[in-house]
């Protein structure tokens, strides 16, 4: 079947430092993929929707210039969360449709 | 606006008995629904659908039954196992489908005890 694969799915950084996730589909092209976060005990939010070849899409609330999504290729799209605080520290989870990756649990110290 | 809602947040269960989860909709116009198994740090995986054409859909162990004019579906597992125990999100297409987006309930977290 379909699968997203989602790397790394673990990192620790320092404050102020940039963090990028890549979301990658396999064996399947996806013009639109979606960034996800969750926070501990509460539901999946969604970020932004990342659109091949054009802008992403933000959800109300989610800074852009903070969460940069690059959707360069059909099989490729990367979330950058830049200058990274203690308050990024979360769960991100990229998606392709109704396939998911497998989350990638950011730590800032 | 939380348009689409699981009311409890956890659920425990005895090992081999019934586990029901609730979920309720607002939009009457969503004609599709996804349930996903979530373990901790992990993504969620897919685990049973069901077309508003629909009333029950069943897969193994787990069932889904859906109430329209309720706007409202549950999801049975039975029996229950232990490695049943997660967070079980109910989702529905984006009523614009906007490529496959996904809304999302709260999630409730079930606790199978052996």
């Known amino acids: 079947g379909a699968v997203v694969s989602q790397h790394p799915s673990r990192v620790i950084c320092k404050s102020g430092t940039s963090v990028k996730i890549e979301c990658r589909s396999l064996d399947f092209q996806a013009t639109t993929m979606f960034w996800y976060r969750q926070f501990p005990k509460q539901s999946l939010m969604l970020m932004a929707t990342s659109n091949e070849g054009s802008k992403a899409t933000y959800e109300q609330g989610v800074e852009k210039d903070k969460f940069l999504i690059n959707h360069a290729s059909l099989t490729l799209s990367t979330l950058t969360v830049t200058s990274a605080h203690p308050e990024d520290s979360s769960f991100y989870i990229c998606s392709a449709g109704a396939v998911f990756g497998a989350g990638t649990r950011l730590s800032v110290l | 606006d939380q348009q689409v809602k699981q009311n409890s947040p956890s659920l425990s269960v005895q090992e081999g008995r019934i586990s029901i989860l609730n979920c309720d909709y607002t939009?009457?116009?969503?004609?599709?629904f996804l349930w996903y198994k979530k373990y901790p740090a992990e993504g969620p995986t897919f685990l049973i659908s069901?077309?508003?054409?629909?009333d029950k859909n069943e897969d193994g162990r787990f069932t889904v039954f859906l109430n329209k004019s309720a706007k409202h579906l549950s999801l049975h597992i039975v029996p229950s196992q232990p490695g049943d125990s997660a967070v079980y999100f109910c989702a529905v297409p984006s009523f614009y489908n906007q490529g496959g987006k996904l809304i999302f309930g709260q999630g409730t977290e079930l606790s199978v005890k052996p």
């Open positions: 939009n009457s116009m969503f004609d599709y």
């Open positions: 069901i077309s508003s054409i629909k």
